[in-house]
């Protein structure tokens, strides 16, 4: 029988990640320059504070154009409800969490710890691949 896929099976561990003083275009660069829509936010001790995506990037620029101002950290614009997956949580769950949810992406925890970061993509590949 074949063993349940988990979500530490597909996500992705090497993360683009910011800081809560990164400033807000220097951030937006790194999520354009990596191709991502988004990445974790990390205290000075490495913990979980935020999620910064394009479309909070996207509204900064806006206010940007607005008041004819550049400027504010990452923290002004992150989203700092985030909804994490656990690394031991089967793939099927995953799914169903991105089915009920807006999300693109899921920060992975583990022992309190981000350990990578799963998207619908990596999600559907790993239904794709259980049905092999």
Known sequence: MKRVS???DYMT????TLTPDTEINRAM???LDNEISGAPVLDANGALVGVLS???CLKAAMDASYYRSW???VEAHMSTDVQTLDAGMDVLAAASAF???TYRRFP???DGRLVGQISRADALRAMRDSWE
């Open 13 to 16: 561990r090497d993360l683009v």
């Open 99 to 101: 089915v009920n949810s």
């Open 54 to 56: 394009k479309k909070d």
């Open 29 to 31: 660069n790194q999520l």
């Open 108 to 110: 992975v925890m583990e």
């Open 71 to 73: 400027g504010g950290t």
């Open 6 to 8: 988990l979500v530490s």
